[in-house]
């Protein structure tokens, strides 16, 4: 029995024998084909057999990179085993660092070899075919740099980039295909071919849902613009994503100014026109109802501030419809007056109870004591160019001062009014503590320099040619440096100028002038004038909004080319004077811009005295000042308002001295228009005298006034086309000047008169004011600005000298 369980046994064995041998040779050949399969995906890769430790590793194709750069990215060195999964990565890591555009290793025996092939470097990067964004604008969007390493890759996403930047444009259409030029020793020129195609524009705008206002009123609202033919020099009818949703801002802000609390902007789409040459916009809203206010409270936790004090500082009316704007900036001017009051950890939160029924709003204007937070840090970004201590200097806080929202707002404001910059930003965010701020000025730097040549005319000076070379902000240091010069029919100068804000880093304004000026009078006075020489000036800031001016000018005038018709006057001033003169200026400025102001007053006090040296002899007084006065809470727009002007001056002699008729005030062109430039005033009555009549020159005064009021408004036009008129009613006087006439004449010989004559003054001690009004219109160009009035003299005395039509044009390009 167990003989026969043996057999049985013995059999089954043998039976599987072949069974195991043939699975064996099986896996083995699955194993086999997965080896291949996976030589065929990495063909840059022979198989790596482990073994023995690796004796040199030999690397082949290179050309510039030196084989121990090329060892060092490696996960492998001589000595280390044979290990395929650190050999494969080291593959991935030779690849990865974009040198090479391609790489195999494999084994030789007990070496390891790496064969390379170095990508190219880039000799030079050019575009062709653009026209609309020169080479300067897209060369610091590229990747690629010469004398650095090619990859595709990086063509291609320099490719997009350029593509980007017409897009941003409103070039949709614009094609970039980037072409490589071989050269030798593994070098290529990358070139861009661009076409830049058409413009894509803005052809409708269209408003869904829109009840109280006018789809024309909305347009006029939004920054986009639908295309016409006067917008050649704007953007504004191209179409830009980012301006669809600063657009949709401007809406919400509209409308919340306007009471609709509810307003909201539901889509903003864009259609793409078949022929991909413009869109259509529309706008899908829903307006809600408009909202008046109903009662106004401020509810005060602070101690010892009462609410009902700060009452005053509400721009809202019981009322009056509800405004979005209006409350934001009684919130800022409650912060103000709480923090100059001392409290300078003040939160001022507005709550907002909607009565449907009634469509009424109530305010309560929540006053809190906030935060006690400190700037720990002042971080200044994005300035490529000015150094940071400009920057600095015109902020209103430091390092270690309490967080104060006021002083943040007119940091920004001073960094706007350098004009240096074409955005600023100030931000803060939480510090390394809670009760700690890091303080952010991220600025935009803008061009500061200007080459300007230009042509032009104007009624003062005629037809005029220019030329300038300025640097607002000389190499990033604040310095405004100036070289100018103009010729033109009745005037013409050369003047240098450089002026520091902050003169050896101190509270301290210094600059100098040279300057040689020529003006022809020949029609109001029949002489002409020359002034050589320069000027001094030193200024410092006493607080935010007052500050003083010195100067001292040393001048040699001289006037020349006097007719023989001329009055006796100005023939007595013919010759050659010096002046010596120290003067000063204190100005209170409260506008809200220096360089376009809506809001504030400005008033100036000027006093020169000349004495110090030369032979001119005199103290000059100067007062004047402007009140400007917003009209957009009457009329929703910002364009409307109100400036009111006036000034005085008085010439008054020192000891036996009299004054020069160039030192005198004059009346006329832009401090009173519908006259002449000096046309107004004093003249000379004309008398004859050894057969010459000497004429009617204007002469000059010692004591002048002057008062203007100017409406201005937008015109009902396209904003995109920079038009903007006025309305204005300029009153002027202009007095006391010697009647006694000059002791000598001259025949039209040149032959002295025996016995000397007298020529009298009409007006001299005349107070009687001048009146013009009239309208005018302004208009912003790429190409200067353009002035244009039309002024009636209503108000005027016979030998005044009118002028109805005063234009002046100038152009920089």
């Known amino acids: 029995m167990s003989r026969i ?9 043998i039976a599987t024998l072949p069974m195991v041998h043939t699975d064996g040779a099986q896996a083995q050949t699955r194993r ?75 084994r030789d025996g007990q070496n390891l070899v790496v064969k390379v092939v170095e990508n190219p470097i880039v000799n030079r990067i050019a575009f062709e075919g653009n026209h609309k964004i020169v080479d300067t604008t897209l060369r610091p969007l590229m990747d690629l740099r010469p004398r650095a390493v090619f990859t595709s890759d990086l063509a291609q996403s320099d490719r997009q980039k350029i593509l980007d930047a017409y897009a941003k444009r409103g070039r949709f259409g614009t094609t ?102 413009s869109f259509f916009v529309t706008f899908t809203m829903t307006e809600g109802a408009q909202y008046s206010v109903g009662s106004i409270s401020i509810d005060s936790k602070l101690r010892n501030l009462n609410g009902a004090d700060l009452l005053q500082y509400v721009e809202q009316q019981k009322g009056e419809i509800y405004d979005g704007e209006a409350v934001e900036r009684s919130v800022t001017a409650l912060q103000d007056a709480a923090q100059a009051r001392g409290y300078n950890f003040v939160l001022v939160r507005p709550r907002i109870a909607r009565d449907a029924a009634k469509h009424t709003v109530d305010l309560v204007f929540d006053v809190t004591e906030g935060p006690r937070i400190f700037v720990e840090r002042i971080d200044i970004q994005g300035n490529t160019r000015t150094k940071d201590k400009v920057i600095r200097r015109e902020l209103q806080l430091a390092e270690g001062d309490a967080f104060n929202a006021a002083a943040i707002r007119r940091s920004r404001q001073r960094l706007n009014d350098l004009g240096y910059f074409n955005t600023v930003n100030i931000t803060s965010a939480p510090g390394s503590t809670p009760d700690k701020a890091i303080v952010t000025a991220a600025v935009d730097e803008k061009a500061t320099g200007e080459l300007s040549l230009g042509g032009g005319f104007s009624t003062d000076a005629g037809a005029l040619l220019s030329a300038g070379l300025r640097e607002k902000n000389l190499i990033g240091t604040g310095i405004d440096a100036s070289l100018s010069g103009v010729l033109a029919q009745k005037r013409s100068e050369i003047n240098f100028s450089a002026t520091d804000p902050y003169f050896l880093d101190q509270n301290l304004v210094a600059g100098v002038d040279v300057f040689h000026v020529e003006n022809n009078n020949q029609s109001i006075s029949n002489y002409n004038e020359r002034r050589t020489g320069f000027s001094l000036r030193l200024g410092y800031e006493i607080n935010d909004h007052l500050r003083q001016a010195l100067a001292y000018s040393l001048v040699d005038r001289n006037v020349y080319d006097v007719t023989n018709d001329a009055s006796l006057y100005v023939q007595n001033e013919a010759g050659g004077t010096l002046l010596s003169q120290i003067g000063q200026t204190l100005t209170l400025d409260y506008r809200d811009s220096q360089t376009d102001p809506h809001t504030g007053f400005v008033i100036r006090y000027g006093l020169d005295v000349a004495g110090l040296g030369g032979t001119a002899h005199y103290v000059r ?22 400036a009111i002007s006036a000034g005085a001056g008085y010439l008054n002699s020192i000891g036996n001295h009299t004054e020069n008729i160039i030192d005198r005030f004059f009346l ?6 519908g006259f002449q430039s000096g046309g107004a005033g004093p003249h000379s009555v004309p008398i004859q005298a050894g057969g010459i009549i000497f004429g009617a020159d204007s002469v000059g005064g010692n004591f002048i006034y002057t008062q203007s009021t100017e409406l201005r408004f937008p015109l009902p036009i396209s904003a995109d086309l920079g038009l903007s008129g006025r309305a204005f009613v300029d009153v002027g006087g202009l007095s006391q000047v010697s009647s006694q006439g000059a002791q000598f004449a001259r025949d039209f010989y040149g032959n002295p008169i025996q016995g000397g004559v007298t020529q009298k003054i009409v ?50 390009f």
């Not at 369980?5 to 064995?13: D, G, K």
């Not at 198989?47 to 990215?73: C, D, L, W």
């Not at 000595?79 to 050999?87: L, Y």
């Not at 007084?621 to 109100?642: A, C, H, M, Q, V």
């Open 32 to 106: 086999a084909n997965a080896t291949r399969q996976a030589a065929a995906r990495s063909p840059t890769r022979a198989p790596i057999r482990s073994g023995a430790g690796i004796a040199a590793i030999k690397v082949t194709g290179n050309q510039r990179i030196e084989p121990g750069t090329i060892q060092s990215y490696m996960l492998v060195q001589p000595g280390d085993a044979f290990d395929p999964d650190r050999i494969d990565r080291s593959l991935k890591t030779l690849y990865a660092t974009g040198l090479f555009k391609d790489v195999s290793i494999t």
């Open 621 to 642: 007084n100067k007062l004047d000042g402007t009140y400007y006065i917003p009209l957009e809470r009457f009329t929703g727009d910002s364009d409307w308002g109100i």
């Open 5 to 13: 369980r043996l057999m049985l046994l013995t059999t089954v064995c």
């Open 176 to 277: 970039v295909e980037p072409k490589i030029v071989r050269l030798d020793q593994n070098r290529v020129d990358v070139i861009f071919e661009i076409n830049e195609g058409s413009a894509t524009l803005v052809s409708k705008i269209s408003f869904v849902g829109n009840r109280a206002f006018s789809e024309s009123r909305l347009r006029e609202i939004i920054s986009s613009r639908e295309q016409a033919f006067y917008r050649f020099l704007s953007s504004s009818d191209t179409y830009d994503p980012a301006r669809i949703d600063y657009d949709k801002e401007l809406l919400r802000r509209f409308y919340l100014k306007n009471g609709y609390t509810d307003f909201e902007v539901k889509n903003a789409t864009a259609e793409l026109a078949p022929d991909r040459s």
């Open 668 to 673: 006329g062109g832009d401090n009173l228009r």
């Open 763 to 812: 007006g001299a001690d005349s107070l009687s004011p001048r009146v013009g009004t009239g309208v005018g219109v302004s208009w912003k160009t790429p190409f200067g600005l353009i002035n244009i009035d039309l002024a009636q003299a209503v108000v005027k005395k016979k030998y005044d000298q009118t002028q109805f039509f005063r234009f002046g044009f100038g152009t920089r």
